[in-house]
């Protein structure tokens, strides 16, 4: 089983930036390809990111290219989504998720999800 566990969340200001965490835990952890999904009022869930397990591959939806950052921390089990330039049609929840196959990840049905972050942005 893997747990993952997220934080950074919080309001900011259009502009300004955020960095969210997960950490995973789990047998297979180190093993796992691990993403972020948002989900906006109303909207359905999207992937943001996703990175390999040895983080030599990423991906990003296009609209977070050049804003968005994802990189993992192989020693800690941690992947971070740095965020700058947030803008308000950024206000999501945004999720971890993690699998151990890549195209299940790209393809929005990973098995293993966090909590949930609330990141808002303000005008």
């Known amino acids: 089983q893997v747990q993952l566990v997220e934080s950074g969340g919080g309001s900011v200001q259009a502009g300004e930036s955020l960095r969210l965490s997960c950490a995973a835990s789990?047998?297979?952890?180190?093993?796992?390809?691990m993403a972020w999904f948002r989900q906006a009022p109303g909207k359905e869930r999207d992937i943001v990111a996703a990175?390999?397990?040895?983080?030599?591959?990423?991906r990003y939806a296009d609209s977070m290219k050049g804003r968005f950052t994802i990189s993992r921390d192989i020693a800690k089990n941690t992947v971070y989504l740095q965020m700058n330039s947030l803008e308000p049609e950024d206000t999501a929840v945004y999720y971890c998720?993690?699998?151990?196959?890549?195209?299940?990840?790209?393809?929005?049905?990973?098995?293993?999800w966090g909590q949930g972050q609330q990141v808002t942005v303000s005008s």
């Open positions: 998720s993690s699998d151990l196959d890549w195209t299940k990840v790209l393809r929005g049905t990973p098995k293993y």
């Open positions: 789990g047998r297979t952890a180190s093993s796992l390809t």
């Open positions: 990175i390999s397990a040895r983080g030599g591959l990423t």
